[in-house]
């Protein structure tokens, strides 16, 4: 089956740039999602891209995707401390939410 | 903005109890879901439901069933609750099948003695 795959841990200083990375293993793809869980709630959607592009930028975010690696990051700029969260990619290859395949989540610690 | 509400933040429940976790949602939505987190597993699919009445198993339904009586509550049971079945439990909701966008509840946590 689909397998999608995160490091568990990431620490970066405030101000700085934080680059979380996802792989996975569905050529087939059509979708990749970000999602972002802070503390004590659930999961809302950050920003999602689609197969056909290789970039996407949204204010201090950046989705890279790199189709031939199945390769998937995540950039926020000018990290903050409200940036601490887990961070989970996604990704579907039927179009249907029900065969969302997610990663293990990348928890992101933000110090000062 | 939509709202995905779980009945419980926490619970405690012994071995062998069968137990409900309550998911109410307020936009409509057809879809419904619920997953189990655990830490270095991400999100697993428990069961969804794309209508009133209708279930689908997902990745890991052992030991689960569901209930969708009316289209904006969607219950799940655990009909002899075990000490593996620890875990935070999430809802989540969304318009359509075609649509990937999942809202979800802030979580159950449940643990059983």
């Known amino acids: 089956g689909e397998d999608v795959e995160q490091s568990l841990f990431l620490s970066v200083r405030e101000g700085d740039s934080s680059v979380i990375n996802c792989t996975y293993t569905d050529s087939s793809s059509t979708y990749l999602y970000w999602y972002k869980q802070e503390p004590g709630a659930g999961l809302q959607l950050l920003t999602y891209?689609?197969?056909?592009?290789d970039m996407k930028q949204d204010q201090r975010l950046t989705v890279l995707l790199n189709k031939k690696d199945k390769h998937l990051s995540l950039r926020i700029a000018d990290t903050q401390t409200g940036d601490s969260a887990i961070y989970f990619c996604a990704e579907s290859h039927t179009g249907t939410a029900s065969k969302l395949t997610f990663g293990t989540g990348t928890r992101l610690q933000v110090t000062l | 903005d939509v709202k995905v509400t779980q009945s419980s933040r926490y619970l405690v429940k012994r071995t062998g109890e069968k137990v409900f976790l309550e998911c109410v949602q307020d936009m409509d939505h057809e879809n419904m879901f619920w997953y189990r987190q655990d830490p270095g597993l991400g999100l697993r699919l428990i069961y969804f439901s794309y209508d009133v009445k209708m279930k689908e198993k997902g990745d890991i339904p052992e030991g689960y069933s569901v209930s969708r009586e009316k289209k904006e509550r969607f219950s799940l049971i655990l009909e002899s609750a075990s000490t593996n079945q620890t875990s935070m439990y999430l809802c989540?909701?969304?318009?359509?099948?075609?649509?990937?966008?999942?809202?979800f509840g802030s979580g159950t946590q449940l643990s059983v003695l």
């Open positions: 891209i689609f197969s056909n592009m």
């Open positions: 989540a909701s969304s318009f359509s099948q075609e649509n990937e966008k999942l809202f």
